[in-house]
Nanobody, 124 residues
Framework: QVQLVESGGGLVQAGGSLRLSCAAS????????MGWFRQAPGKEREFVGRINRGGSSTYYADSVKGRFTISRDNAKNTVYLQMNSLKPEDTALYYC?????????????????WGQGTQVTVSS
């Protein structure tokens, strides 16, 4: 069992930056690949990016590639999402999720545990 708590969301102007954090409970954080997703009002949950267990490999949705960076600190049981050059279309509720599987995936249903989300609003 893993419990995830996101933080760091807020209101930012277009072109600005935010760093989201996702703190995990338990001693098995490093056993999970971690993903970030987002969901805007009236839209489906969208994959943002994923990081492997050791933090050596990441991949991103095309919509955020080059602007967002995922990292993790297994000693602190925390995964981060650094968001730069934010756009109004990045406005959404952002979730972190843990995946016990070993196949790289951008499908939300493949992830086992989810946080409650943190709101990011980008004004134009």
């Amino acid at each position: 069992q893993v419990q995830l708590v996101e933080s760091g969301g807020g209101l930012v102007q277009a072109g600005g930056s935010l760093r989201l954090s996702c703190a995990a409970s338990g001693r098995t954080f490093s056993s999970y690949a971690m993903g970030w997703f987002r969901q805007a009002p009236g839209k489906e949950r969208e994959f943002v990016g994923r990081i492997n267990r050791g933090g050596s490999s990441t991949y991103y949705a095309d919509s955020v590639k080059g602007r967002f960076t995922i990292s993790r600190d297994n000693a602190k049981n925390t995964v981060y999402l650094q968001m730069n050059s934010l756009k109004p279309e990045d406005t959404a509720l952002y979730y972190c999720a843990a995946d016990s599987g070993y196949v790289r995936t951008d499908k939300a249903y493949e992830y086992d545990y989810w946080g409650q989300g943190t709101q990011v609003t980008v004004s134009s």
